[in-house]
């Protein structure tokens, strides 16, 4: 493998967005998000997308292709993200499967009233739709992983 991390910046997001079309997710190009990426030589198997809120960072989207999966990649991406965006805290929406990895790399669970902004409307929503998901949330600072 001939692994790349790095902050992805190009106005044109349409790399992302085929992307996203090759793991079934739907993607509306957004240039306010930060996209952090993972390259196996020139192709493009992981991303991380965050987009900023007035008090965090919110981390809308995080795809790794399966056969990457398991290896410390998504770890090592995500450490990525996170250094670089040491201003705020990060908060995510996570599945119950999902919770151990975001746990392991540095989240904690997050209380839906300490929660302010766009991201509460949303999270209710989501909850009264039936989704059972969790907020968690990674303070700046709180843990590394070696790359």
Do not use: N
Request: glycine fraction near 6%.
């Amino acid at each position: 493998m001939e692994l790349t991390f790095e902050e992805y910046c190009d106005a044109d997001l349409s790399l992302i967005r085929d992307y996203y079309e090759t793991t079934f997710s739907y993607y509306m190009p957004d240039l306010s998000e930060r996209i952090f990426v993972v390259r196996d030589a020139h192709w493009l198997i992981g991303a991380v997308r965050l987009r900023e809120e007035e008090e965090y960072y919110h981390l809308c989207g995080f795809r790794l292709l399966p056969h990457y999966q398991s290896l410390g990649l998504g770890s090592r991406l995500l450490q990525l993200a996170c250094q670089d965006l040491i201003s705020k805290p990060i908060i995510c929406q996570a599945l119950p499967f999902e919770q151990p990895f975001y746990h392991k790399v540095g989240f904690v669970d997050l209380a839906l009233e300490e929660l302010k902004g766009p991201l509460h409307s949303h999270f209710i929503k989501q909850h009264q739709q039936g989704y059972q998901i969790e907020l968690l949330i990674r303070y700046p600072g709180e843990y590394a992983v070696a790359l």
